[in-house]
């Protein structure tokens, strides 16, 4: 153990100036793991990955837009030194680009902390990995308050037995950001709930501060919903940082989920608001959820085509609007309406196919798209 709490010295102090320390956790982490004296048992240790291949077409009036491709190839081990430490380290491929997303160690007694690379935690969408979010594109919110920017900080968890979760934690910058995400950031994400016959919901909130570090703007966009809209809305006002907050809802009853969230987001020359509802009906099985977390996880498919089913079916629909307001220009704006249909095939395997209508206005000019995004989502 005392190499790994020598890294966690290392990185903390060192934090601010050095991205070599992520890679550090690497191999830090396979000398523990060969180390006979921290040998992990089988259970301890997992491999896991995905595949992702996704394929958008968009219409605007007599123009179609397209975009193809593998958005996703990643590989990553998690696992645990003893019952204190742990750890989990995860790359993504995609582009023939090698991209470090995940390195963090952990302790978990008694609240769980990290020190390492590691998403932000932001709302139910954001902390969700996108293996189990139901459409093929996160909500347009998304990329306004952070997207799944991944920082290099200290954070923590801890889940009470009332039913109260508590996670945030301290940030600064990027393993591999190549500058453009030199940001001081702090987040809070709270929820409550509970099981209640046969039910389950949530409630939360979330808050973060965002401080960009050096000449450039914190990033305040608007995602186009498809990646064959290749314009994003971007704010044309000068914002060197930010503060939002935000609430979010869940709800499971059998087959059906229902889940949204609403953001405010207050910068130093613009103020953006989001909200999105989303209504899922999953016919032959049950939509993933973490009740621990508090985050979509695998759904569970009752007849596997690989064992002679014929899968499961989910049906969605989504309502989800964006807005910036850069005070000095119009407002920009973009309003969604979405319909899916996803078919599992397996609890690993899943084929999303989404059709979209966009409405958006930006620097007085309206778009009007409609989008048909697929994807093909293979993970273990």
């Known amino acids: 153990?005392?190499?790994?709490?020598?890294?966690?010295?290392?990185?903390?102090?060192?934090?601010?100036?050095?991205?070599?320390?992520?890679?550090?956790?690497?191999?830090?982490?396979?000398?523990?793991?060969?180390?006979?004296?921290?040998?992990?048992?089988?259970d301890d240790f997992t491999l896991f990955g995905r595949f992702v291949h996704d394929a958008d077409v968009a219409f605007k009036d007599d123009n179609s837009l397209s975009a193809s491709g593998v958005s996703a190839l990643r590989l990553g081990a998690k696992g645990a030194f003893n019952e204190n430490f742990g750890f989990k380290v995860e790359a993504n491929g995609a582009g023939g680009d090698f991209?470090?997303?995940?390195?963090?160690?952990?302790?978990?007694?008694?609240?769980?902390?990290?020190?390492?690379?590691?998403?932000?935690?932001?709302?139910?969408?954001?902390?969700?990995?996108?293996?189990?979010?139901?459409?093929?594109?996160?909500?347009?919110?998304?990329?306004l308050i952070g997207g799944v920017d991944r920082l290099l900080g200290i954070s923590f968890n801890h889940n009470y037995a009332s039913g109260l979760r508590i996670e945030g934690g301290v940030y600064h910058r990027a393993l591999s950001d190549e500058g453009e995400l030199n940001q001081s950031v702090a987040a809070f994400r709270a929820t409550w709930g509970r099981e209640q016959a046969g039910s389950l919901y949530h409630i939360g909130v979330s808050v973060r501060g965002r401080d960009q570090i050096g000449s450039q703007n914190v990033p305040l966009e608007i995602s186009a919903?498809?990646?064959?809209?290749?314009?994003?809305?971007?704010?044309?006002?000068?914002?060197?940082?930010?503060?939002?907050?935000?609430?979010?809802?869940?709800?499971?009853?059998?087959?059906?989920?229902?889940?949204?969230?609403?953001?405010?987001?207050?910068?130093?020359?613009?103020?953006?608001?989001?909200?999105?509802?989303?209504?899922?009906?999953?016919i032959g099985g049950r939509r993933g959820y973490n009740d621990a977390r508090r985050i979509f996880q695998r759904s569970k498919v009752e007849n596997s085509v690989f064992e002679g089913g014929s899968g499961a079916l989910e049906l969605l629909f989504r309502?989800?609007?964006?807005?910036?307001?850069?005070?000095s220009f119009n407002k920009q704006f973009q309003f969604t309406q979405e319909l899916g249909v996803n078919w599992h095939l397996d609890d690993n395997l899943r084929l999303l196919i989404n059709a979209a209508h966009i409405d958006r206005s930006s620097m007085d000019i309206n778009d009007d798209f409609i989008a048909f995004n697929t994807r093909l989502q293979l993970f273990f």
């Open 99 to 143: 991209d470090l997303l995940t390195a963090k160690i952990t302790f978990n007694r008694p609240f769980n902390i990290a020190v390492g690379q590691a998403k932000v935690p932001i709302g139910l969408d954001i902390t969700s990995s996108s293996r189990h979010t139901g459409f093929a594109t996160r909500s347009g919110i998304s990329s």
């Open 319 to 327: 309502l989800d609007y964006v807005e910036i307001d850069d005070r």
């Open 225 to 282: 919903m498809s990646d064959a809209i290749d314009q994003n809305i971007t704010s044309t006002a000068d914002n060197d940082k930010d503060f939002l907050i935000g609430a979010e809802g869940f709800y499971q009853a059998g087959a059906v989920t229902l889940n949204g969230e609403a953001y405010y987001l207050q910068a130093s020359n613009s103020e953006g608001f989001g909200t999105y509802g989303d209504i899922s009906w999953l």
């Open 1 to 42: 153990m005392g190499g790994a709490l020598l890294m966690l010295v290392l990185m903390i102090s060192d934090m601010i100036q050095i991205r070599a320390f992520g890679y550090a956790i690497v191999v830090s982490s396979c000398l523990l793991i060969n180390d006979s004296s921290a040998a992990l048992a089988e």
